[in-house]
T-cell receptor, first 112, second 114 residues
């Protein structure tokens, strides 16, 4: 059974650029969540999608956005990148509340 | 608001020592509770879970019991190995407007020495 796949694994971008990260959940999982992980702030919730609808959103600026497709694959986009956006971005899928998440290996974004 | 508090690390143990990582939570309602583990360079992996009071989750020698009266979900292992060195996250999942939310603790780094 394939796990959660995130692409790319590593990215280096310049301040002001925009970036799109991709996540393919486990087959049958309709819920996809995104987290930002940094040494200083730990794991911070970005947003959750379920059946192509954003169900929850964390406290991030509007530069952070996402979407989910009909096959449950999800993308997140960060526009006008700032140095502070450098982080590990983790995608997680789940088939329901109480089931727990399956995480991908993450995308390491470095903004220079 | 809902929150998860874990003991600060790092925790350093010798191989075969007993491990306890404390976790307490604050939540309105009846959350599900989880422990996740993160190895270097990887995403988080679900280690164990408990969905109601007095449930005991267990996996790979790790255990945690959902204690509603003390709002705790402490992680224990009787004999740690070097391969258990990782960061451990306690988390709760609870209903929120429109769906559910998962809140993670800050993580506790464990070092196990041979």
């Amino acid at each position: 059974k394939a796990g959660v796949t995130q692409t790319p694994r590593y990215l280096i971008k310049t301040r002001g650029q925009q970036v799109t990260l991709s996540c393919s959940p486990i087959s049958g999982h309709r819920s996809v969540s995104w987290y930002q992980q940094t040494p200083g702030q730990g794991l911070q919730f970005l947003f959750e999608y379920f059946s192509e609808t954003q169900r929850n959103k964390g406290n991030f600026p509007g530069r952070f956005s996402g979407r989910q497709f009909s096959n449950s694959r999800s993308e997140m986009n960060v526009s006008t990148l700032e140095l502070g956006d450098s982080a590990l971005y983790l995608c997680a899928s789940s088939y329901g509340q109480g089931a727990g998440y399956t995480f991908g290996s993450g995308t390491r974004l470095t903004v220079v | 608001g809902d929150s998860v508090t874990q003991m600060e690390g790092p925790v350093t143990l010798s191989e075969e020592a007993f491990l306890t990582i404390n976790c307490t939570y604050t939540a309105t309602g009846y959350p599900s509770l989880f422990w996740y583990v993160q190895y270097p360079g990887e995403g988080l992996q679900l280690l164990l879970k408990a969905t109601k009071a007095d449930d005991k989750g267990s996996n790979k020698g790790f255990e945690a019991t959902y204690r509603k009266e003390t709002t705790s979900f402490h992680l224990e292992k009787g004999s740690v190995q070097v391969s258990d060195s990782a960061v451990y996250f306690c988390a709760l999942n609870t209903p929120d407007t429109g769906g559910f939310k998962t809140i993670f603790g800050a993580g506790t780094r464990l070092f196990v020495k041979a």
